[in-house]
């Protein structure tokens, strides 16, 4: 039996992890076997290209080139922690999958939506998430909540904020154009009612 493949998306400061944290543990209390997991990362060779997209400057890399890395991350990802666990029968929670290329890459970043579209379907080929969480909230308090995390992760916020409002209409965008897959979450409310939300969404897309 195979598992189920859930992604969170959405911008910075979102509440993506905590809410992922609070999903997981919902559903091992249904006695479902879960497996948490982010991108870039979640393979070891994975976590170090994420190091080599989040860390430095915003000039760092050119448009293609971050898209390459994220899809070199994806791939490993997919390959030794992903599949696997859901061959296993595990449910896997990413934080962040796809859409965030096509939304930070492609809309934030200027290469063409057909592009990532093509090395997506190369690598991926058709391996795409059961259910899409989009955590939709105000870039400003979004931005705030990124910037009071300390480490050395920073890199995205320095692009700044009309780059941030481009990647939130986006993440709407995906949602609309793939209603099947995808429900957008208000993360406004307090973690519990996010959470709530979150649950109800889950529930009623897998029937639990
Ligand atoms: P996080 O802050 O949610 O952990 O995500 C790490 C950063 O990487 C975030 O700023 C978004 C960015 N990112 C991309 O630019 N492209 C991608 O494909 C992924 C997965 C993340």
């Not at 448009?63 to 922690?81: F, K, P, S």
């Not at 666990?85 to 200027?110: E, M, P």
């Not at 910037?147 to 320095?158: H, I």
């Amino acid at each position: 039996m195979t598992g189920r493949f859930i992604t969170l998306e959405g911008g910075e400061g979102t509440g993506k992890s905590t809410q992922i944290r609070r999903l997981a543990a919902a559903l091992e209390e249904k006695g479902i076997a879960v497996l948490c997991t982010r991108e870039p990362g979640g393979s070891p060779g994975a976590e170090e290209i994420r190091k080599l997209m989040v860390e430095g400057e915003p000039g760092r890399w050119n448009a293609i080139t971050e898209t390459l890395l994220a899809y070199a991350a994806r791939t490993d990802h997919v390959a030794r922690t992903i599949g696997p666990a859901l061959a296993a029968g595990k449910w896997v929670i990413s934080d962040r999958f796809n859409d965030s290329t096509f939304a930070y890459q492609g809309v934030g970043r200027g290469v063409d939506r057909e592009t990532i579209r093509r090395i997506d379907s190369a690598v991926l080929d058709d391996f795409a998430p059961d259910l899409t969480l989009v955590l939709d909230l105000d870039v400003k308090i979004g931005l705030e909540r990124a910037l009071a995390r300390s480490g050395a992760e920073t890199r995205f916020e320095k692009f700044g904020a009309d780059f941030h409002e481009k990647l939130r209409q986006a993440f709407l965008d995906i949602a609309k154009r793939h209603p099947e897959r995808c429900r957008v979450i208000d993360a406004s409310g307090t973690e519990d009612q996010v959470a709530e939300t979150i649950f109800a969404a889950v529930a009623r897309r897998f029937t639990l």
